[in-house]
């Protein structure tokens, strides 16, 4: 038997079949997308075996992490900092908060997404969000905080603009 697989459709053939993409006979294609794709799509975590520049793809990172939300931790600092790609990890593991940048930890939106999953996931959340959070459900917390400031932005947004008074010279 040949150590590495020969084609590229060789090599997804193998991936359907449950082979796993950590194995010597996938090395020729771990910067190939669409091996990767197909990879990561039966095991988010084969992500860490993908060149660093699909792993700074997204479209390979959130099909990873839609899979597999522990995923995030082989994705690119600059991806563990997109929004989108951070929500469907917590999706599908609240945990994955963990490993989002600092900003999203301190995202009330993607904390809540966090949240939801698992409840101990709050642990990973900024301070502030904890210190908002405290002594309180979580989820509850967060959804009546997002609810407020949608409620504010949008009265803002509606507001009539104050009126300009007309000065009079006598």
């Not at 038997?1 to 090395?27: C, L, Q, V, W």
């Not at 910067?31 to 990561?40: F, G, N, R, S, T």
């Not at 082989?74 to 609240?94: F, N, P, Q, T």
Request: with cysteine; glycine share 2%; aromatic share 6%.
């Amino acid at each position: 038997m040949s150590t590495h697989y020969k084609t590229k459709e060789t090599a997804i053939k193998h991936i359907r079949a449950g082979k796993d993409f950590s194995n010597k006979p996938f090395d020729l294609f771990r910067e190939d997308k669409e091996v990767v794709l197909e990879a990561v799509r039966q095991d988010g975590t084969a992500l860490d075996y993908a060149s660093n520049e699909l792993k700074a793809d997204k479209e390979i990172v959130l099909e990873a992490v839609k899979q597999q939300g522990w995923a995030l931790q082989y994705a690119s600092v600059d991806l563990k900092a997109d929004k989108e790609v951070v929500m469907e990890a917590v999706k599908s593991r609240g945990w994955a908060l963990s490993i989002a940048s600092n900003e999203l930890k301190a995202d009330k939106e993607v904390v809540l997404e966090a949240v939801r999953k698992s409840s101990e996931s709050i642990q990973f959340a900024s301070d502030d969000i904890q210190a908002l959070c405290k002594d309180k459900d979580p989820v509850k917390t967060l959804e009546s905080v997002i609810a407020h400031e949608k409620l504010q932005s949008t009265l803002a947004q509606k507001a009539p603009a104050p009126k300009q008074r007309v000065g009079l010279k006598l």
